[in-house]
């Protein structure tokens, strides 16, 4: 199934006492520290950089996305994600090749039109963008994500801060910080038994101390570029949903709130402009199983703004 991944914000969380013992066990005890408050972007007070920002705005494409709930438009991040923002337009305008999920054949044709919008979570998120309305199809190709880590700061956040891991992280059990955290961690230091472990203990600590929330979601496989100014999952802003690392295609979603736990795992790739009323209204609506819409919210088309 390709998503967001949702945080269990309100669900009790995992309690810790060690994260690492000379026999290479963990433990459980003290609680996971509290999420920490998303920053907030510096301001920038030059007039001449407000007028080169404005200027790049202006030169973003911007589409409009019409519903049976409304109209919604977006401007797209051409600089931060261009592969991302090309096969979003290419799909929507027809001129990009994808494969017909009924028919298995190659074809080019508006591949919005007519889809849904198949999962709703209020205060979260809308998603859509699947051929099959499951969350499950996609146009028959996969492609690379487009994310700087160094731009959204997670090389300067620590993996482990305190002895416990980032809230980010969605670490909710011993076997989970086991295959994200120290299998990865082991494997990088070359760590290949109980024996080697417990001789480079205190290399293996000092490690676990430095190690960011960049070098963790590598470890998980997730590659990084540099150069793109990306952008953070805020309110407002479209990003490519997936099933992991590399694995875009189609379906896309719009935050309704700010998601920092998603931050280096989606690209984003626009953010609305006009008729976020009507992606609120989209995900209050009455759901069923899977966060299904019980009446469709249909995509009538998405088309470039000219």
């Given at each position: 199934?390709?998503?967001?991944?949702?945080?269990?914000?309100?669900?009790?969380?995992?309690?810790?006492?060690?994260?690492?013992?000379?026999?290479?066990?963990?433990?459980?005890?003290?609680?996971?520290?509290?999420?920490?408050?998303?920053?907030?972007?510096?301001?920038?007070?030059?007039?001449?950089?407000?007028?080169?920002?404005?200027?790049?705005?202006?030169?973003?494409?911007?589409?409009?996305?019409?519903?049976?709930?409304?109209?919604?438009?977006?401007?797209?991040?051409e600089k931060a994600a261009p592969k991302t923002v090309?096969?979003?337009?290419?799909?929507?305008?027809?001129?990009?090749?994808?494969?017909?999920?009924?028919?298995?054949?190659?074809?080019?044709?508006?591949?919005?039109?007519?889809?849904?919008?198949?999962?709703?979570?209020?205060?979260?998120?809308?998603?859509?963008?699947?051929?099959?309305?499951?969350?499950?199809?996609?146009?028959?190709?996969?492609?690379?994500?487009?994310?700087?880590?160094?731009?959204?700061?997670?090389?300067?956040?620590?993996?482990?801060?305190?002895?416990?891991?980032?809230?980010?992280?969605?670490?909710?059990?011993?076997?989970?910080?086991?295959?994200?955290?120290?299998?990865?961690?082991?494997?990088?230091?070359?760590?290949?038994?109980?024996?080697?472990?417990?001789?480079?203990?205190?290399?293996?600590?000092?490690?676990?101390?430095?190690?960011?929330?960049?070098?963790?979601?590598?470890?998980?496989?997730?590659?990084?570029?540099?150069?793109?100014?990306?952008?953070?999952?805020?309110?407002?802003?479209?990003?490519?949903?997936?099933s992991g690392p590399d694995t875009n295609g189609s379906?896309?979603?719009?935050?309704?709130?700010?998601?920092?736990?998603l931050t280096g795992k989606h690209t984003v790739f626009?953010?609305?402009?006009?008729?976020?009323?009507?992606?609120?209204?989209?995900?209050?609506?009455?759901?069923?199983?899977?966060?299904?819409?019980?009446?469709?919210?249909?995509?009538?088309?998405?088309?470039?703004?000219?």
């Amino acid at each position: 199934m390709i998503h967001p991944h949702i945080a269990s914000i309100k669900s009790p969380r995992t309690n810790w006492v060690s994260w690492l013992t000379l026999t290479g066990l963990l433990a459980l005890g003290s609680a996971l520290s509290a999420q920490e408050a998303a920053e907030k972007p510096a301001k920038d007070e030059s007039s001449e950089a407000a007028a080169e920002a404005k200027e790049e705005v202006s030169a973003n494409p911007k589409v409009l996305i019409k519903t049976n709930q409304g109209d919604i438009e977006l401007e797209l991040f051409e600089k931060a994600a261009p592969k991302t923002v090309a096969n979003f337009i290419g799909l929507a305008e027809g001129t990009k090749e994808f494969t017909d999920p009924k028919t298995g054949e190659k074809i080019k044709r508006n591949y919005y039109d007519g889809l849904t919008f198949h999962r709703v979570i209020p205060d979260f998120m809308i998603q859509g963008g699947c051929p099959l309305g499951t969350g499950s199809g996609d146009p028959g190709y996969k492609f690379e994500d487009e994310i700087n880590a160094d731009a959204l700061g997670l090389n300067d956040e620590l993996a482990v801060p305190n002895g416990q891991p980032h809230p980010h992280l969605l670490i909710r059990s011993q076997s989970q910080f086991q295959s994200q955290i120290l299998s990865p961690l082991f494997q990088k230091l070359g760590i290949e038994n109980q024996e080697d472990l417990n001789k480079r203990i205190d290399e293996v600590r000092g490690a676990m101390e430095k190690l960011t929330l960049k070098e963790a979601y590598e470890g998980m496989g997730y590659e990084f570029q540099s150069g793109l100014p990306s952008e953070k999952p805020m309110r407002g802003v479209i990003a490519m949903a997936n099933s992991g690392p590399d694995t875009n295609g189609s379906q896309f979603f719009i935050n309704v709130a700010d998601t920092p736990h998603l931050t280096g795992k989606h690209t984003v790739f626009g953010k609305v402009v006009s008729g976020m009323d009507v992606v609120d209204k989209i995900s209050k609506v009455k759901t069923g199983s899977g966060a299904k819409p019980e009446e469709p919210v249909i995509i009538e088309s998405i088309r470039l703004v000219k």
